[in-house]
């Protein structure tokens, strides 16, 4: 399945290999968690639902505005993803940057979400200069989740401060 994809896509079948990057199953079981910054419903595992409507609540209690951008993803939503942004004449090398191949996206197992606060553009680094950011970097563990494409990860993502998740 992935080999025809990859081959529409124009992906090479090396990819994943250098730097080494993980696939993700689909996740088995998705909960409603709540409808997204553009109102549009969004799904995550059982677990971190949960997780995050605890995280959500008490950064709140301190303030603090965490806003779900998107959460869990099909193969299917990322093939759509990186397809509109090659019609929109992005090479595929900056997309593959950004995101994963389809199979290889955290947000495939529903246990990844994207985080926006108020007053910042979401989905951008000036994310990490809001106290949300800051929060997150003091509070999310406790919650289980934590920052997996940092500055300089080891999977060659571009850095996501606003990407979290509890895998």
């Known amino acids: 399945m992935f ?3 990859f081959t529409d896509l124009g992906i090479p079948a090396s990819y994943g290999l250098d730097p080494a990057r993980p696939k993700y199953e689909l996740a088995p079981a998705l909960v409603d968690v709540e409808p997204n910054i553009v109102g549009q419903m969004q799904q995550l595992t059982h677990s971190t639902a949960a997780a ?3 995280m959500k609540a008490h950064a709140r209690a301190d303030g603090v505005s965490l806003l ?3 959460g869990f993803r099909s193969i299917e939503r990322q093939v759509e993803l990186i397809r509109r942004k090659l019609e929109l004449g992005q090479s595929l090398e900056e997309i593959l940057k950004v ?5 290889y996206s955290q947000h495939h197992t529903g246990q990844a979400i994207d ?9 951008t680094e000036a994310f990490e200069s809001t106290p949300a950011y800051g ?3 003091r509070h ?10 940092g500055r300089e990860n080891q999977f060659g993502f ?6 979290w998740s509890t895998l």
């Open 68 to 70: 779900l951008v998107s």
């Open 52 to 54: 995050w409507s605890a």
């Open 99 to 103: 995101n994963a191949a389809p199979g």
């Open 115 to 123: 985080i926006a606060t108020l007053g910042c553009p979401p989905l």
């Open 158 to 163: 571009a850095y996501e401060p606003w990407h």
């Open 3 to 5: 080999s025809d994809i």
């Open 140 to 149: 999310a563990a406790e919650f289980g989740f934590a920052l997996p494409y």
């Open 135 to 137: 929060w997150l970097c």
